[in-house]
């Protein structure tokens, strides 16, 4: 598929076939995530692959929360509805990819700079992160795979995350994949002048 073309007709996908997805395939998701840009060639993500029981887990986790009262405090209606949806496609995807921040581009540039540019310098740990989910996105798209980036994992309680991934890193997206029950062939509709000056 053309660079272009694969741009312009990426969609959200949230349903998926009862269909693995080839290791090789999977190969080439992962290998484009990791030639994204990033500030100074830090490579600062970690994507934990999820299959199978393991993965089913973290959707019961998701309905779970999504479902207790006592997490409201944390989610809050709108968000319980969207991460039981979330949960729903983490459960039905063949494999997740979780995204995180290792933080190696703050550790590493930090003591160069001021308190006060701190803050620059993880929003451009984010910024490469989202340039290689983007990546996986694109890629996902070109191998006849649908995905969808999920934002809302990340408004759990951080005790959740932690305990289940074992990790103290900061949680960028969760990204169910797999190959899509339907092709959503509507076209995006952009309007330029909206978002640009000349
Ligand atoms: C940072 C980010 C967070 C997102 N979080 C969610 C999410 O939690 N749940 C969901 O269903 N979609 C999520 N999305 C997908 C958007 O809803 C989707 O990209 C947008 O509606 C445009 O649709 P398209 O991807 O088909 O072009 C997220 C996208 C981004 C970039």
């Known amino acids: 598929m053309e660079t272009i073309e694969a741009i312009n007709t990426r969609r959200s996908i949230r349903h998926f076939k009862d269909e693995a997805i080839p ?4 190969k080439q998701i ?3 995530g990791c030639c994204a840009p990033s500030a100074h060639n830090s490579k600062p993500w970690k994507f934990v692959v999820l299959k199978g029981d393991k993965k089913d887990e973290l959707g019961d986790m998701f309905l779970s929360i999504s479902k207790e009262e006592r997490y409201k405090e944390y989610t809050g209606f709108y968000v319980n509805r969207l991460l039981k949806y979330a949960g729903k496609m983490v459960k039905d995807a063949p494999v997740i990819v979780t995204v995180f921040n290792n933080g190696s581009f703050c550790e590493s540039a930090g003591k ?3 308190q ?3 803050e620059a310098l993880h929003i451009m740990e984010v910024q490469s992160i989202a340039a290689a989910i983007e990546n996986m996105l694109l890629a996902c798209h070109d191998r006849g795979l649908g995905a969808v980036w999920l ?9 959740f995350i932690e305990d289940f991934f074992e990790t103290k ?3 960028m997206a969760v990204i169910p994949m797999g190959y899509p029950l339907k092709t959503r062939l509507i076209e995006k509709k952009v309007d330029l002048d909206e978002h640009i000056v000349y």
């Open 116 to 118: 006060s540019k701190k």
């Open 23 to 26: 290791d090789n395939v999977l």
């Open 151 to 159: 934002g809302v994992p990340l408004l759990m309680p951080q005790e």
């Open 30 to 32: 992962l290998k484009a």
């Open 169 to 171: 890193n900061e949680l």
């Open 112 to 114: 160069y700079f001021r």
